[in-house]
């Protein structure tokens, strides 16, 4: 039997958006524009009635706007996902990020050039359309799962494999740490950075997918949140423990070494697992540099790139946490990683910085003894 | 407003829509001494720090027209409910970059359309800009409450 399609309430002030965006969806024949609204206030009565299985929620909007809305909304629909079609500029991706933190599941950019209505159109279909079906069959599983039928008992959650790539495991402490995350990531690495005290001995270097511009603010916000100084690296610099490297939206981040010294630096390569930055890159990057002697944590995110960067960590010796799945708003990356029994352990999010203290040999402050 | 926003500033944000929206139709260009005709008007309010609202108006011709290249349609298939988005999101564009260069915080109203009942509001003129489509007028007004001038 297929399934029902995925049914999007679609919120957005522009009318010419609102118009191209829902006729992109309606041909695929496993969406459906269930309604529109043109102000959050709207969205927030369309909600009630239509029940979607998502929402694409625009930023700037009268009456009340995107952030508004979402404040509105999360309280009484905490789990509907909630993908923000937001513009690729420096008011829409504070904005986005500011969306995230306050429950956004997932963002999209919006087509820059609305007037090239075939262009606009493709950029639909490639881009929001296929956000749109993860997110709503995910729900609808999800959904599923937490509604116990009298004949069955719920499903019972698959434990993790134990590892089993530990034959070499570097019992000498880690040099590095990296830190890969896509989906819920933003709001992930918040729970993490901060954590990490500003004496810390290894250097740390994140990829996050993410725009140019979004990584750049993500940068900023994390570094004003955190004793550790957090940077976006836009150029060659060296590596220095205490600092925490963002890979720039676009490129690619790699370790290399340069004589006796390490530095992170950009590779304009191709993507890799449609990613770029790739945390896969810059993992084998880091075996390459350290050895075994590399912590990696794979946070919520969806797809699975890290996995074959988390296989050489392993083969080198280095030892791989994974945000479990509970926690993630998205298990695709981490569970990939976990599945194929390349995770040390398998935390909750709030775990995961003391868990790094664990591994580097001391106490993270605020954490639990 | 002058100090605020200056005609041309109103006029480069109502081109910069036509550039966005209505690219290969034309350039809108300032026009002096042409005979406005106002059939279809839409405005936005802007509330808050800076309160007021900005007005779009055009013949019926031109806004079928506007209608017609923003939805790629043909004129022949553009219905009432088409014009009226298609001036709604004129307004709500050009005056949501009116209100994004004014003192924050403010709010912005949806779009609000002429429908053909008396379009009287309490308010006094603080500028008006005419511009020329095709040598059709399309005029950008923005107004104070009455007394704020």
């Known amino acids: ?369 | 407003m002058t100090d605020l926003v200056s005609n041309e500033t109103i006029a480069e944000i109502t081109q910069t829509f036509w550039g966005a929206y209505l690219p290969d139709a034309g350039d809108l260009i300032p026009a002096v001494d042409l005979p406005a005709i106002e059939d279809v008007r839409g405005r936005v309010d802007i509330d808050g720090a800076w309160t007021g609202c900005v007005e779009v108006s055009c013949s019926m011709a031109v806004a079928r027209k506007i209608a017609s290249v923003m939805f790629a349609a043909e004129p022949s298939e553009i219905a009432e409910a088409d014009v009226r988005d298609a001036v709604g999101e004129l307004v709500n564009v050009v005056g949501g970059n009116i209100k994004s260069i004014l003192p924050a915080p403010t709010s912005l109203s949806v779009p609000i359309l002429d429908d053909g009942g008396e379009w009287r509001f309490a308010a006094d003129l603080e500028s008006e800009v005419l511009l020329a489509w095709a040598g059709e007028p399309i005029v950008v007004r923005v107004w104070r409450p009455e007394g704020t001038i």
């Open chain 1, 1 to 369: 039997m297929t399934a029902p399609p995925v049914r999007v309430l679609l919120v957005d002030d522009s009318a010419v958006i609102r118009r191209f965006v829902s006729e992109a969806l309606q041909e695929e024949p496993d969406i459906v524009v269930a309604a529109t609204a043109s102000n959050g206030r709207q969205a927030i009565e369309r909600l009630e009635r239509e029940l979607p299985d998502v929402v694409v929620l625009d930023v700037e909007m009268p009456v009340l706007d995107g952030l508004a809305t979402l404040a509105e909304l999360r309280p009484r629909w905490p789990d509907v996902p909630v993908v923000m079609y937001s513009t690729l500029t420096q008011r829409g991706a504070a904005a986005t990020l500011d969306a995230l933190s306050l429950g956004a599941t997932d963002y999209v950019l919006k087509p820059s050039h609305v007037a090239d209505r075939d262009a606009a159109g493709r950029a639909v279909r490639s881009e929001l359309a296929p956000v749109v079906r993860s997110w709503g069959n995910l729900h609808r599983a999800r959904l599923a799962a937490a509604r116990p039928t009298p004949a069955t008992a719920p499903p019972a959650r698959v434990p993790a494999p134990a590892p089993t790539l530990r034959a070499r495991v570097d019992r000498s402490r880690p040099e590095v740490l990296v830190i890969g995350s896509s989906t819920g990531g933003p709001h992930a690495l918040t729970e993490v950075i901060p954590r990490l005290p500003a004496s810390l001995p290894v250097p740390v270097l994140v990829v996050q997918h993410m725009p140019p511009l979004f990584t750049k603010l993500l940068a900023e916000r994390l570094d004003a949140r955190s004793a550790l100084e957090v940077v976006e690296v836009s150029a060659e610099v060296p590596v220095v423990a205490g600092r925490v490297y963002v890979a720039s939206g676009g490129v690619h981040m790699v370790a290399r070494r340069r004589g006796a010294s390490v530095v992170v630096t950009l590779d304009d390569g191709p993507p890799e697992n449609s990613c770029k930055p790739a945390v896969d890159v810059m993992f084998r990057s880091a075996v390459e540099v350290w050895g075994g002697r590399v912590l990696a944590v794979v946070l919520t995110g969806m797809g699975q790139d890290g996995l074959d960067g988390c296989r050489r960590i392993c083969e080198a010796g280095g030892a791989v946490v994974a945000q479990d799945e509970a926690s993630s708003v998205v298990w695709g990356m981490p569970g990939a990683v976990s599945r194929a029994g390349l995770a040390t352990e398998i935390l909750p999010l709030p775990d995961v910085a003391p868990a790094i203290g664990r591994h580097l040999g001391r106490a993270l402050a605020g954490s639990p003894a």
